[in-house]
């Protein structure tokens, strides 16, 4: 659970306020293990020469609350459901390899709130599309283990299935809306690092970041051509209580690049600047 109760974002499309928003962003599920099989001891850390596999079934949604709008509504409920396969393998007695495959639905959607909010102030302009999709994402983590922490790297893509429902993130499938053309660029190559430090007590710093090079929404193009891209990091900073395992992380959270909320993919240059809380 990841609850950013005290953020300040640009508006999104369709908003009708202008200038900085304060919002509420939040993230709420668990990845449950469906099996596991190891070989080695059962520590945090894989050793050299022992491996493990597993299924996990990634659930979570996603809410991003708009306390600037009229009716303080939620502008996106997201929601994501997964399969993901995991192989670690311990290289050295300071390295490990680990690979994940998951296939995914995503699913987001405008609250009625906010349809109402721009309906009344765009009228015929607004278009409520709801973006569901289906994907699949590979990664591979290097972690590294220093005398003071552990330094993870990760490189991952993901490609939407597209013989699965309609293709890409957005087709003449969704409801009300045939006029729109499926989505080309249908891929999102991302690269992200993590340092963890090596602490059993006291409050100490971590640093997580992560960019993607997110697909920008069009739906308005006449012709089969490729959506542009841009690049859209994230960095956060946090802080953990090493000794008391059950004590929410502080983080800080800044992001810029393309809205990732929904419909508002279509959106480049936005940005989120956000404090909140972690749970592990």
């Known amino acids: 659970m990841q609850l950013l109760g005290f953020g300040l974002s640009d508006p999104s499309e369709f908003m009708t306020r202008p200038g900085t928003h304060k919002v509420w962003d ?7 293990p469906i099996f596991a099989v190891a070989k080695g001891d059962h520590s945090d850390r894989v050793k050299k020469g022992c491996w493990g596999v597993g299924l996990w079934l990634p659930i979570d949604s996603h809410f991003v609350l708009d306390f600037t709008e009229d009716q303080q509504p939620i502008v996106n409920n997201g929601y994501h ?9 311990g290289v050295t007695d300071r390295d490990q390899l680990a690979m994940k495959v998951e296939v995914e639905h995503e699913s987001d959607h405008m609250s009625d709130e906010a349809v109402i909010n721009a309906l009344d102030m765009y009228g015929d ?15 591979v983590n290097w ?3 220093y005398r003071f922490g552990t330094l993870t790297h990760r490189l ?19 409801h009300g809306h045939a006029g729109i053309l499926p989505s080309t660029r249908n891929y999102e190559p991302a690269y992200g690092f ?3 430090p090596a602490a059993t007590r006291g ?11 997110r697909t920008i929404f069009n739906f308005s193009k006449q012709w089969p051509r490729k959506e542009s891209s841009q690049f859209s990091p994230s960095l956060v900073i946090g802080l953990r209580d090493f000794g008391h395992r059950n004590t929410p992380d502080v983080i ?19 940005r989120l600047f956000a404090v909140g809380i972690r749970l592990r």
């Open 194 to 196: 993590q340092f963890m």
């Open 156 to 174: 991952s893509t993901l490609w939407t299935l597209d013989s699965w429902g309609h293709p890409g993130f957005y087709s003449p499938g969704i």
């Open 252 to 270: 800080v959270k800044a992001y810029y690049g393309v809205n990732p909320n929904g419909q508002f993919g279509k959106q480049d240059d936005y």
């Open 143 to 145: 972690d590294r283990e």
């Open 26 to 32: 939040i993230t709420l599920g668990k990845e449950l």
């Open 81 to 89: 459901v997964a399969f993901a396969g995991k192989v670690v393998y």
């Open 125 to 139: 302009r607004f278009r409520r599309i709801d973006v569901n999709y289906q994907s699949m994402e590979f990664g």
């Open 203 to 213: 409050v100490h710093a971590y640093v997580a970041f992560d960019a993607r090079l």
